[in-house]
T-cell receptor
Framework: KNQVEQSPQSLIILEGKNCTLQCNYTVSPFSNLRWYKQDTGRGPVSLTI?????NTKSNGRYTATLDADTKQSSLHITASQLSDSASYICVVSLKAAGNKLTFGGGTRVLVKP | GAGVSQTPSNKVTEKGKYVELRCDPISGHTALYWYRQSLGQGPEFLIY????????DSGLPNDRFFAVRPEGSVSTLKIQRTERGDSAVYLC???????????FGNGTRLTVT
């Protein structure tokens, strides 16, 4: 079964600090990997999309990395802000399946002042 | 607003009743998706429309669930004989094409009592 596993499930960091979230997947054949940010009570918002040939992609203070050989991705948040408190979801797209995406369970990040 | 709009934002219904959830996608987006998200979990795929037709309905859990998109724009997710296990947030997303980024609505929180 195609799966996307994220770790940690949750973490607390102090404002201004950096953190890294992990994503391991077994989805195959792989098309692209996406990171979404989901605020409480809102729909997910796209942060980055990477194809298998891309190793890294940045969106402001968010930097995603991808190792398609080991099927691992990470999302690094630099100089965290209180507004970064949210769930971060790793999503993998099957090749030739359009947007039939497989979602991870998310990492819940809480940034404290 | 030019985003994906879902109504109602909250729906409470009694077990056994019929409910309809509405999604207004971004104008011009041909692809429309329904997902279901339980508390603390990532969204799970339900059904995907390309234009008016359901291109993939493999995620619908059983025949109590049905969705339509008669004019290729607004979509309605219909649930018959609701059960308490149907309680979840139902998310709608649209994209310009099949492989474009998804834009999510804020969801409809369905509670079956």
């Amino acid at each position: 079964k195609n799966q996307v596993e994220q770790s940690p499930q949750s973490l607390i960091i102090l404002e201004g600090k950096n953190c890294t979230l992990q994503c391991n997947y077994t989805v195959s054949p792989f098309s692209n990997l996406r990171w979404y940010k989901q605020d409480t009570g809102r729909g997910p918002v796209s942060l980055t999309i990477m194809t298998f040939s891309e190793n890294t992609k940045s969106n402001g203070r968010y930097t995603a990395t991808l190792d398609a050989d080991t099927k691992q991705s990470s999302l690094h948040i630099t100089a965290s802000q209180l507004s970064d408190s949210a769930s971060y979801i790793c999503v993998v797209s099957l090749k030739a399946a359009g947007n039939k995406l497989t979602f991870g369970g998310g990492t819940r990040v809480l940034v404290k002042p | 607003g030019a985003g994906v709009s879902q109504t109602p934002s909250n729906k409470v219904t009694e077990k056994g009743k019929y409910v309809e959830l509405r999604c207004d996608p971004i104008s011009g987006h041909t692809a429309l998706y329904w997902y279901r998200q339980s508390l603390g979990q990532g969204p799970e795929f339900l059904i995907y429309f390309q234009g008016t037709g359901a291109a993939d309905d493999s995620g619908l859990p059983n025949d109590r669930f049905f969705a339509v998109r008669p004019e290729g724009s607004v979509s309605t997710l219909k649930i018959q004989r609701t059960e308490r296990g149907d309680s979840a947030v139902y998310l709608c997303a649209s994209s310009l094409t099949e492989n474009s980024p998804l834009h999510f609505g804020n969801g409809t929180r369905l509670t079956v009592t």
